[in-house]
Nanobody, 120 residues
Framework: QLQASGGGLVQPGGSLRLSCTAS????????MGWYRQAPGKQRELVAT???????NYADSVKGRFTISRDNAVHTVYLQMNSLKPEDTAVYYC????????????????WGQGTLVTVSS
């Protein structure tokens, strides 16, 4: 349901843009977000965005990362600037919404993860 892309290897101080598109039998999408999991650590929230554009960021990425979305194509983006080695992780996108099989049951979908490596 969610397909993420845009990860890769980047030097410290560099930038990357992640994208994640929802597809399938979607009726509506509410909040979308990005999470990450570094080796040996638990998955943590990076940023979220509501369907009307309100955003929330982890303190560790405030001022460096920007989350945005295009509701017309069910896509969420994460622009990552001033990357640090500690940003190295697998990044997962998430979307909460409903699908056409039963619009009364809220769903939560996860992407497959995309690896971001920040290293010189």
């Amino acid at each position: 349901q969610l397909q993420a892309s845009g990860g890769g290897l980047v030097q410290p101080g560099g930038s990357l843009r992640l994208s994640c598109t929802a597809s399938g039998r979607i009726f509506s999408i509410d909040d979308m977000g990005w999470y990450r999991q570094a080796p040996g650590k638990q998955r943590e929230l990076v940023a979220t965005i509501t369907d009307d554009g309100y955003t929330n960021y982890a303190d560790s990425v405030k001022g460096r990362f920007t989350i945005s979305r295009d509701n017309a194509v069910h896509t969420v983006y994460l622009q990552m600037n001033s990357l640090k080695p500690e940003d190295t992780a697998v990044y997962y996108c998430n979307a909460d919404g409903r699908d056409v099989t039963n619009i009364f049951i809220p769903r939560s979908w996860w992407g497959q993860g995309t690896l971001v490596t920040v290293s010189s």
